[in-house]
C-alpha cells in the first residue's frame, strides 16, 4: 500500500536557480521514497540518470518547457534528443502551445499534438500533455481536452507547468474530467502542497501528482495510513 501511494507522484524540482548540491539531495530523497519518476533542471539529467540507475524511478523531461510556443518541429527535435540519452528518461511532458489555442487555430494545435505523441509512443515513451489550466478560460480548456480525448497516443493530461500565474483547482480538474471522463487520465501539477489535496483530487478523478513536494507529502500520506 505504502508502494502504492508513492507511486502517484512525479517528484520535481524545476526552479531555475537550484544547485548541483541540491538537485543530487533530491533526486536521493526521491528515489529513497521510491516514487514514481523525477523531473530536474534538463542539464542535470545526466546526474539523475546516474542516481536513479539501481531503481524502478523514471525521468520525466518536459518539452519545450515552460513556455510551449517553440515551432513544432523544435519539440520533436528535443524529444529525439532525450530520448537517445537512455532509456531512464520514461515520460516527456510537452507544453501545449497556447498561442495556438488563444489564436483558436486548433488544426495547428491537433496536428501538433498527434506529432508530438505519435514520435514520443514510436520512443517508448509515456506522453502527457501540459494545458496550462492557469492561462485558459473554460471554453478553451474544455476544446483543448476533447481534441486530446480523440488522440490514442497520448497518456495524459497534464493540469500545469508550476510556472503559471495561479495554481491548479479543483475546479479546473472537474472540468477535464467531465470532458475526458475515462478516456484518459488526469496529472494534477501546479501548487500542490499537501496531502489534503492529493485526495480530494483523487476523489474528483485525478491519478497522477506532480510535485516539488511530493517527499513530503508521501510522508504525509503514510503517516495517516499507520494511524
Known sequence: MLNKISKL???TLLSPDVNKKEVLEFISSSVQKNVRAVSVPWCYIPLAIELTSNSDVGIVVGVDFPLGYSPTE???AQIDYYSNL???ITDFDVVLNLCAVKSSDWDYVRNEIVVTSHLIKAKGRVCKIIVEVSRL???ELRHVCEIIREIEEVDYVKTGTGFGPRPTTYEDVVIIKS???DKKPIKVS???RTADQVKRFLELGASLFG???AVDIINQLESEGKQ
Request: proline content about 5%; hydrophobic content about 30%; overall charge positive.
Open 137 to 139: 478560460n473554460e471554453h
Open 190 to 192: 501546479g501548487g500542490i
Open 86 to 88: 537512455s532509456p531512464k
Open 211 to 213: 510535485s516539488s513536494r
Open 179 to 181: 470532458v475526458l471522463g
Open 74 to 76: 523544435v519539440k520533436l
Open 9 to 11: 507522484f512525479d517528484s
